[in-house]
């Protein structure tokens, strides 16, 4: 058990609809990670949080947005779904905004598997 | 865009044998790490080498860093049925305040008792 939890497991949805999908991180960590995972494109960085305040953009469509709210846990937020939206969403934390400042890792969740039908 | 490039995508061996793994970049990294991922579950560290040239080893894992920072490998040596995974490298780059951990899309390894 990482200590990252992340809800739901599974979802499964309709082509057009939106979901949000939730992220607490590990006691005591303040940065927040999202990842899109398939098979096609591995996982792909799609944004990261640090103490509330976004730190990096990776390849987050527009139609995906996300949070870190004041108690530290993350939502990312998918809209007008598309059948290629499906994959596996991993949350990561982190203590700091960069791994090397503590020598730490990022911890991961076991991940939302979404599927768009 | 920062890639990096894992090789063998797929690798199939049998228990017992050696195998290594390779993960190369064009871009700097100020640190490489090596996850293991199974199904299910999200990437595990195994390591984080930071130094040009730098070797740690775990157990029957070896990974190296490469001088410019920009490649590494993964060695595992008497490979066993439990080392199955998908074995993902991940680079760290920071410029300013944008940082961001870059991952390749991994090599699905394999070992055949």
């Known amino acids: 058990d990482s200590g990252v939890t992340q809800t739901p497991k599974h979802l499964i949805t309709a082509t057009g609809q939106r979901v949000t999908l939730r992220c607490s991180p590990r006691?005591?960590?303040?940065?927040v990670y999202w990842y899109q995972q398939s098979l096609d494109q591995g996982l792909q960085f799609l944004i990261h949080?640090?103490?509330?305040?976004?730190?990096a953009k990776g390849n987050i469509l527009e139609r995906f947005s996300a949070q870190q709210f004041p108690d530290l846990h993350s939502e990312l937020n998918l809209s007008s779904l598309e059948l290629g939206d499906s994959a596996l969403y991993f949350c990561?934390?982190?203590?700091?905004?960069?791994?090397?400042?503590?020598?730490?890792?990022?911890?991961f969740g076991q991940g939302t598997r979404l599927t768009v039908v | 865009t920062q890639l990096l490039e894992q090789s063998p995508q797929f690798l199939s061996i049998q228990e017992g044998e050696n195998l290594t793994v390779y993960c190369n970049s064009s871009?700097?990294?100020?640190?490489l790490q090596w996850y293991r991922q199974e199904p299910g579950e999200g990437p595990v560290l195994l390591v984080t080498?930071?130094?040009?040239?730098e070797v740690k080893k775990l157990k029957r894992l070896t990974f190296q860093f490469g001088d410019a920072r920009k490649d590494s490998s993964l060695h595992i040596t008497a490979a066993q049925p439990g080392d199955t995974g998908l074995y993902l490298c991940?680079?760290?780059?920071?410029?300013?305040?944008?940082?961001?951990?870059?991952f390749g899309k991994g090599t699905l390894l394999t070992v055949n008792p």
């Open positions: 990561a934390s982190s203590v700091e905004w960069a791994l090397t400042l503590t020598n730490t890792e990022a911890f």
């Open positions: 006691s005591g960590d303040l940065s």
């Open positions: 949080y640090y103490n509330g305040e976004e730190r």
């Open positions: 871009s700097v990294f100020s640190s």
């Open positions: 080498v930071v130094t040009g040239g």
């Open positions: 991940a680079g760290e780059s920071s410029g300013g305040s944008n940082y961001k951990l870059t």
